[in-house]
């Protein structure tokens, strides 16, 4: 029986390649325990019983998807618009109305979708609810910034948002006294329909599993392929 003797090239070529297809693996392993981590807190949030509103930021950073309930009265001539699609892909904004709370503090409400027709409040009166209300929904904390680089800027000219930058809505508003976290209304039909509701996804998507199955498939390919290369040369006519 021939002895193996790895060939330079392809050793030096495969070999780096192999170690970075199993980090790759190794690496979405630990992401599934991480994501696995996130959905279980998650869950316990969604399922708690539904709470008042923090007092700061470092109690709401242990309060994120809870239910929470706020009372207050709208200011609907600050309203914000989030560029956001529905569920159909129907494009349309999201609300964002500031909330004068009872402290005269003021609490960010994403009320919910509109159809981009309906950005005009007189075209959604019944909506523009007058006098104290009381918010349920779900308490969220902002982006640390800009979620990425491919999302444009927001535009307080235009009052068009691209993601929700708490400072910077105080500043184009005029507001003070704005909290450092915001809620998503509930599904609770507003009066005359809009804007609706409920728009958070609480799902998160875990396919860490199937990415780390794929790198270290490509890995144990990668191996055989090695091997059949060099036996290969092994049985080769001299």
Same mark, same amino acid.
């Given at each position: 029986?021939?002895?193996?003797?790895?060939?330079?090239?392809?050793?030096?070529t495969?070999?780096?390649?192999?170690?970075?297809?199993?980090?790759?693996?190794?690496?979405?392993?630990?992401?599934?325990?991480? &994501?696995?981590?996130?959905?279980?807190?998650?869950?316990?949030?969604?399922?708690?019983?539904?709470?008042?509103?923090p007092?700061?930021?470092?109690?709401?950073? #242990?309060?994120?998807?809870?239910?929470?309930?706020?009372?207050?009265?709208?200011?609907?001539q600050?309203?914000?618009?989030?560029?956001?699609?529905?569920?159909?892909?129907?494009?349309?904004y999201?609300?964002?109305?500031p909330?004068?709370?009872?402290?005269?503090?003021?609490?960010?409400?994403?009320?919910?979708?509109?159809?981009?027709?309906? &950005?005009?409040?007189?075209?959604?009166?019944? #909506?523009?609810?007058?006098?104290?209300?009381?918010?349920?929904?779900?308490?969220?904390?902002?982006?640390?910034?800009?979620?990425?680089?491919?999302?444009?800027?927001?535009?307080?000219?235009?009052?068009?948002?691209?993601?929700?930058?708490?400072p910077?809505?105080?500043?184009?508003? #005029?507001?003070?006294?704005?909290?450092?976290?915001?809620?998503?209304?509930?599904?609770?039909?507003?009066?005359?329909?809009?804007?609706?509701?409920?728009?958070t996804?609480?799902?998160?998507?875990?396919?860490?599993?199937?990415?780390?199955?794929?790198?270290?498939?490509?890995?144990?390919?990668?191996?055989?392929?090695?091997?059949?290369?060099?036996?290969?040369?092994?049985?080769?006519?001299?």
């Amino acid at each position: 029986m021939s002895r193996f003797r790895p060939a330079f090239w392809p050793t030096v070529t495969a070999l780096p390649i192999f170690i970075l297809l199993i980090g790759l693996g190794v690496w979405q392993i630990e992401r599934l325990h991480w &994501k696995e981590g996130l959905i279980e807190a998650r869950a316990a949030a969604l399922a708690a019983p539904t709470a008042a509103l923090p007092t700061d930021l470092a109690a709401a950073r #242990g309060m994120e998807f809870r239910h929470v309930r706020a009372t207050g009265e709208f200011l609907h001539q600050h309203e914000f618009f989030l560029g956001a699609s529905n569920d159909a892909g129907v494009t349309g904004y999201q609300v964002v109305t500031p909330l004068r709370l009872a402290d005269g503090a003021v609490l960010l409400v994403n009320r919910g979708w509109i159809d981009a027709g309906l &950005k005009d409040p007189s075209k959604r009166a019944a #909506g523009e609810i007058a006098g104290p209300v009381t918010v349920e929904g779900l308490l969220r904390l902002p982006p640390a910034g800009r979620p990425n680089w491919f999302v444009p800027d927001n535009r307080c000219d235009i009052d068009y948002w691209f993601w929700i930058d708490i400072p910077a809505m105080a500043r184009c508003g #005029g507001l003070d006294r704005v909290l450092p976290f915001y809620v998503d209304a509930g599904p609770a039909p507003n009066p005359g329909g809009w804007p609706k509701g409920g728009v958070t996804r609480t799902e998160l998507p875990n396919d860490h599993l199937q990415y780390a199955i794929t790198w270290f498939s490509l890995a144990a390919g990668l191996v055989v392929v090695y091997l059949l290369y060099h036996r290969k040369g092994a049985v080769a006519p001299q």
